[in-house]
């Protein structure tokens, strides 16, 4: 299923000389986001650097939530991770994207790379009842960390 969502250039590179996002392939579940810089950026090795992505999102409905995601080759070639981050339906701002460099060497961002995804989801949102005990027990119980083995 489709939802129509507004999406607002920022910064007139991006449709023009950058790429707007879209969906790598017919199964991909995330858009490709692209650093909308003008500049290479160098991000020293443990450093971070907010990218801009040259959109901004008007969702029109709360019950919906953008994720920002990591490039699963950025992460495995070169250490490079994108900082998770979540944008609510009502943020209209600029989308930044937060890269980490945890390799060992330097990492160079150029204008138009694909630096990070942008997945939609749909959100549940609750209420919370506070309670001094649970209802129903379960077999983990309050086991942390490990708890389920090793296996």
Same mark, same amino acid.
């Not at 810089?37 to 901004?56: K, Q």
């Not at 027990?137 to 296996?151: D, Y």
């Given at each position: 299923m489709h939802r129509q969502i507004e999406a607002k250039i920022v910064n007139p590179l991006l449709g023009d000389t950058i790429e707007l996002p879209k969906y790598a392939t017919s199964g991909s579940a995330a858009l490709d986001l692209r650093a909308?810089? +003008? &500049? =290479?950026? +160098?991000? /020293?090795? @443990?450093?971070? %650097?907010?990218? /801009? =992505? @040259?959109?901004? !999102?008007n969702m029109k409905d709360p019950n919906i939530v953008a994720m920002i995601a990591s490039r699963s080759g950025l992460a495995l070639k070169h250490g490079v991770r994108a900082h998770p981050g979540v944008i609510d339906s009502d943020y209209h701002g600029e989308l930044g994207i937060l890269i980490h460099n945890d390799g060992q060497e330097p990492f160079t961002v150029n204008s138009g790379d694909r630096i990070a995804q942008l997945l939609f989801q749909p959100i549940v949102k609750v209420d919370l009842d506070y309670v001094d005990s649970f209802s129903n027990? *379960? &077999?983990?119980?309050?086991?942390? !960390? @490990? %708890? *389920? @083995? +090793?296996?």
């Open positions: 909308c810089i +003008t &500049e =290479s950026v +160098t991000i /020293p090795s @443990g450093g971070r %650097h907010l990218f /801009p =992505s @040259g959109l901004a !999102f027990n *379960t &077999e983990r119980g309050a086991g942390g !960390f @490990g %708890h *389920t @083995g +090793t296996k």
